[in-house]
């Protein structure tokens, strides 16, 4: 039980797939997760001993299905690679129809909220940190010469679960 396991969403195609062979390669433990089963089983043809997990992350109980799955095979979570994700159709955003609209934000949002998992599969409180934190970036961003830019600037909590390894 020493091998690492991660959880790939959007595993049956592109980057999931690609991200969940490359895992299975360096020796993790991949649970394949996405909506189209056949595509999964593909995936994993590609992925020695992986768990094909059909879910749909827009969804709370085919999440928690999900994660259930992966910890009663193997006990744990060690990485989440949130993947899953759709785009809308090719036209401007005033054209999407509300249905559409919201297909999309349950998928990209609503999915990275609903599958935010600690290694042992329970959900915690989100870290909190003062919100002087986010006044001063914008207070150090206003002030730079108009010639500068910043293009990234993250402020977040530190033992924020979304970025880097939290």
């Known amino acids: ?24 390669g360096a020796g993790y433990r991949v649970a394949l997760a996405g909506r189209r089963a056949e595509a999964l089983i593909a995936t994993a043809e590609r992925c020695p001993d992986a768990l094909v997990a059909p879910s749909d992350v827009s969804d709370p ?24 994700g759709v785009f809308g159709s090719p036209a401007p955003v005033e054209e999407y129809s509300v ?5 999309i934000l349950d998928i990209n ?5 609903l599958c935010a998992r600690q290694a042992d599969g329970s959900v ?4 909190m940190m003062d919100v002087r934190c986010v006044v001063d970036g914008v207070l150090y961003m206003a002030g730079l010469p108009l010639d500068a830019n910043v293009e990234f600037l993250t402020v977040r909590a530190t033992q924020m679960p979304f970025a880097g390894r939290g």
């Open 61 to 84: 109980g085919s999440v928690r299905s999900l994660f259930d799955a992966v910890c009663d095979r193997w006990g744990r979570v060690d990485l989440l690679v949130n993947n899953a």
């Open 99 to 103: 249905e559409e609209w919201r297909k």
């Open 109 to 113: 949002l609503t999915g990275s909220f």
């Open 124 to 127: 915690l409180a989100e870290p």
């Open 1 to 24: 039980m020493n091998q690492r396991v991660a959880v790939v969403t959007g595993a049956g195609s592109g980057i999931g797939a690609e991200i969940a062979a490359a895992l299975s």
